[in-house]
Structures are given as structure tokens and as C-alpha cells.
């Protein structure tokens, strides 16, 4: 599975897909951070991890959010900024992740 930086995948919310996984330590994440996204579960049997990347069986990455959650954080951004940069758009995100909330600018 191809691997994408937060930076891409914020600046293209509508292009995502299923969880997106990144390395577990929140406090190390910037925009340069690599991540990739699972394939659909729904295409697996129930008892398998075949969706999960190598990523996640093999180096303890995380599912972070859903390609859903993403374009609703950028959309939530993008309303109450009008024209957010890319630095509010991960400041949202990761709020986001830590607190099930939506940021208030």
C-alpha cells in the first residue's frame, strides 16, 4: 500500500479512503509525516487482518481516522476559516484525533 503524507492527504479530503494509519507517537506527527490507508475491511473474511498495511501488523502503527472524519475536519476547518492553511488544517487534525472534537478557531 502506498504510503502518503498528512500534507497530501489534507490537501485532498475528498480522495481518502478507509483509515488512514500513522506511527503511534501523536507528538512526533507534522505534515512531512508518512501514513497509508487500509484497504475495506468489508472485502475480507471477519477473521482476517489482510486489509491492515504491513505498517500496522509489523511496526505498531495506528488507524488514526477515516477518509470520512478527514473531510469533515477539513470541511469544519474550512467554514469557520474560510481559507484555512495547511498548518490550521493539521492543528484540526490532530485535535481532532486526541480529543473526538472538532477545533474551534
Not at 23 to 28: A, G, H, L, M, Y
Not at 79 to 105: E, G, H, M, R, S
Amino acid at each position: 500500500m502506498k504510503l502518503i503524507s498528512i500534507k497530501d492527504v489534507l490537501l485532498s479530503p475528498n480522495k481518502n479512503q478507509n483509515w488512514f494509519c500513522l506511527p503511534p507517537n501523536v507528538d512526533e506527527w507534522t505534515l512531512e509525516t508518512q501514513g497509508v490507508f487500509t484497504l475495506n475491511s468489508i472485502d475480507f473474511p471477519p477473521d482476517s487482518e489482510d486489509y491492515l498495511p504491513k505498517q500496522v501488523k509489523e511496526d505498531g502503527w495506528v488507524e488514526v481516522l477515516d477518509g470520512a472524519s478527514i473531510e469533515e475536519i477539513v470541511a469544519n476547518a474550512s467554514l469557520q476559516l474560510v481559507k484555512p492553511t495547511i498548518d490550521d488544517l493539521f492543528n484540526a487534525f490532530v485535535f481532532y484525533f486526541k480529543n473526538d472534537a472538532f477545533i474551534i478557531f
